[in-house]
């Protein structure tokens, strides 16, 4: 599904990723954990397109294509999809026209016709009931006033409607409270399947106790310093990040610490 | 002697004793020194500082004969309406190049209501009509106001005194609310005509009522529409008054518009210049009595060459009143904004709490924008804020969409609707009034024809 070889990456001159190699299968979920300041939104930002990174080296290969070389929408039509660390409000547009544009633009992409308005409604209703949200929020202004817990459901929302093949879930648990992690949990292990990759970027180890990964990554200084399993998040739980000694910060904050 | 002021010196000869109320003494004795004013003071110029990035030269070298009462184009219903943001309006008035026209008209405001022609006020019942509010516009000569007061109109509204024979005018009694919108349409139907559409509107205590005024050409060719309205609001009275502007490319559209809102009262004011070579608002709004509130909205959005400028003053003359305002201007291709937003608080206005924004979207290299919001401020317990924007769309909303699929043009659109879409917050956005107004933007915002396929 996904492949990232020797992977480096500068933001203005200054290098942020220092040769990341990483291989994402079908069917897995991954996390990568790490202190702030390790890159992992830097990744998951270069790994979805965003403009202001210099890539310096390396390849990323998705689904046998070079994806570096698409732009930010085909990647998102060809099924790469970011859930925000801070999603962006966008006043005037309601949510569910956002939505009915992503989900044509995903389908034409993919060869299949557009959803007409009737079908569209009942599948986007079905899907809010799921997530546990109020219908009303889909003729609310994209995450305008939203709580940060409303934004977090709100991404999950658009993930599940887009159904992407490679989910990449940028500190999607921080800001929440056990309620609404339960339900975004819900909506990612909804989408889990064979066919299907998804890569959580989180500081603490809290979201695993609800989504349980496949492989767990830490990431300290543009490195890949340590993989394993579920263990692992563990293991981080209990000892912070500074036991992991070379490449990791020594003022590395301890996962799981009250902020 | 300036042009201009020869032109509408012979309009004035030609046309005065046709003037509705023409023969009444008083009325005879208002529209003669208001014509003297104008004679005086010629068009408002550059050099004054209320005109300086506004140049009326164009209207200086040419200026158009007022339009007669029965427009040689009288446009057809279906004309009318299909421009209409309303079409299904059950309250429709039309006026025609400035005139009242009965048949392109129908409402079912109740008995006591009073909504249609100025003219036939003034014809019928001169001395009943002779707090003109206008007046106001005479007594002040070109010297500039005093501290702490607002300007009073300028030398190109006292035009309408002199010459204007029509407008709209509506009068809701204490007490009725009218939940229907009334819309009122101002339609430029001769090329080459000046307008002069004088309209009052007056509401009396607790009376509430939705105004909606479109104004909008019907040929391709030059026109100058000058307004004047005066809005009176009772005690406790709502008014929410929408302004729709799109003339063609080649009409100028000028709009002097002054409120008094006494306590409690309120004014919800919404002006959308969309449209026009050249338009300027000028909005007056005087907080007279406790409790009152003012919000103004505002949108314009100037593309080719057009030039659009709105000069707003809240005067907040008694204490425990609220103002909140909201310019906001899009400026693409060659296009230039004028914003100049005063707010006076008055010695005594103590609890005032006065908001003004102004924020601006420059999307080429040739627009232009000119903003400066002015607060003066007499008292010392007051809540004031204001300050403008002047910046390009926000990369962070262009990242978020086209990481949802669209493509960079689609997300700009969509990104720049946004925008302007802020200035309708106060418009249900499932309601058809939003749906229309929506759809004028489209039109005029780039890439937004593809943008209207989404919300089908």
């Known amino acids: 599904m996904l492949e990232i070889r020797n992977l480096t990456a500068e933001v203005d001159g200054k290098a942020i990723l220092k040769g990341i190699d990483l291989t994402v299968q079908a069917g897995e979920v991954h996390a990568i954990m790490g202190p702030n300041g390790s890159g992992k939104s830097t990744l998951s930002s270069i790994l979805a397109g965003r403009d202001g990174y210099t890539i310096t080296g390396g390849t990323v290969t998705y689904q046998g294509q070079d994806l570096l ?5 085909e990647r998102a039509r060809s099924g790469v999809f970011l859930a925000f660390q801070y999603p962006v409000e966008i006043p005037g547009v309601s949510n569910i026209y956002l939505l009915k544009a992503a989900v044509n633009a995903r389908r034409r992409h993919i060869g299949l016709p557009e959803l007409d308005a009737m079908d569209f409604l009942s ?10 949200m109020d219908e009303s929020m889909l003729y609310r202004a994209v995450n305008e006033g939203f709580s940060g817990g409303e934004k977090k459901r709100n991404e999950i929302l658009q993930m599940i409607m887009l159904e992407p093949s490679l989910a990449l879930l940028d500190e999607t648990d921080s800001g929440l409270d056990i309620d609404a992690l339960k339900v975004v949990s819900k909506g990612v292990n909804s989408l889990r399947s064979p066919d299907r990759a998804m890569i959580l970027v989180t500081h603490y180890q809290r979201l695993l106790d609800y989504i349980t ?18 263990e692992l998040a563990h293991e981080l739980e209990r000892q912070g990040y500074a036991w992991l000694g070379d490449g990791a910060p020594a003022r590395g904050t301890a996962p799981g610490a009250a902020r | ?24 003494p008083v009325l005879d004795g208002l529209r003669a020194a208001a014509l003297a004013r104008f004679v005086r003071e010629g068009l408002p110029g550059i050099r004054q500082e ?45 006026f025609v190049d400035g005139h009242f026209a009965p048949s392109l008209s129908r409402h079912t405001l109740p008995a006591g209501v009073r909504a249609g022609s100025l003219a036939n006020r003034l014809a019928d019942q001169p001395d009943g009509s002779l707090p003109f509010a206008v007046d106001r516009l005479l007594a002040a000569s070109a010297a500039p106001a005093p501290t702490g007061v607002p300007a009073a109109g300028s030398s190109l509204a006292v035009l309408n005194l002199a010459l204007g024979a029509d407008g709209f005018d509506l009068h809701i009694p204490a007490g009725v609310v009218i939940d229907a919108p009334i819309l009122v349409l101002f339609v430029s139907a001769s090329a080459e005509t000046t307008s002069l559409p004088t309209s009052h509107i007056r509401l009396d205590a607790g009376a509430r ?11 391709e060719g030059a026109s100058l529409t000058s307004v004047v309205e005066r809005i ?38 919404l002006v959308l210049a969309l449209g026009g070579q050249l338009a300027r608002e000028d909005l007056r709004i005087t907080l007279a009595e406790s409790g009152a509130h003012a919000d103004l909205d505002g949108l314009y959005l100037a593309r080719g060459r057009m030039h659009l400028d709105h000069h707003t003053t809240v005067h907040h003359a008694s204490p425990t009143c609220t ?10 291709e060659a296009g230039r904004g004028v914003f100049n937003g005063r707010v006076i608080v008055a010695k005594d206005a103590q609890h005032t709490d006065a908001q003004q924004h102004n924020a601006n979207l420059l999307l080429s290299e040739n627009a232009e924008i000119d903003t400066k919001p002015q607060l003066e401020i007499f008292a010392d317990d007051v809540k004031c804020s204001h300050g403008a924007t002047i910046g390009q769309l926000d990369p962070a909303e262009l990242f978020y969409l086209r990481s949802r699929g669209l493509d960079e043009t689609a997300a700009r659109s969509l990104v720049t609707f946004a925008f302007a879409a802020r200035a309708l917050h106060r418009i249900d956005s499932l309601s058809p009034l939003f749906a229309a107004l929506r759809t004028l933007l489209f039109a005029r915002l780039p890439g937004g024809s593809a943008l209207e396929d989404l919300t089908r």
């Open chain 2, 323 to 332: 103002s909140a305002q909201d310019y906001r201007g899009i400026l693409d």
């Open chain 1, 123 to 132: 599948l986007v209703r079905e899907k809010v009931k799921f997530m546990e």
């Open chain 2, 50 to 94: 209320d005109w300086k990035y506004t140049s009326l030269a164009s209207l200086e070298r040419r200026p158009l004969p007022v339009a007669a009462a029965d427009a040689p184009e009288m446009p057809t219903l279906s004309a009318v309406v299909a421009q209409a943001v309303l079409p299904d309006a059950v309250h429709r008035l039309v």
């Open chain 2, 1 to 24: 002697m300036s042009q201009a002021v020869t032109h509408f010196q012979g309009e004035f000869a030609r046309l005065a004793g046709s003037l509705p109320g023409a023969g009444h």
């Open chain 2, 232 to 269: 009176t609001l009772a005690p406790a009275a709502d008014l929410h008054h929408i302004k729709v502007q799109h003339a063609n490319s080649k009409a100028q559209h000028v709009a002097d518009t002054e409120a008094t809102v006494a306590a409690n009262a309120q004014l919800h004011s």
């Open chain 1, 213 to 230: 990964p496949d492989q767990v990554h830490v990431l300290s200084a543009g490195r890949i310093v340590k993989s394993g399993g579920p």
């Open chain 2, 209 to 219: 009522a939705t105004v909606i005024e479109q104004h909008f050409t019907l040929h």
């Open chain 1, 69 to 73: 070389a698409l732009p930010a929408e």
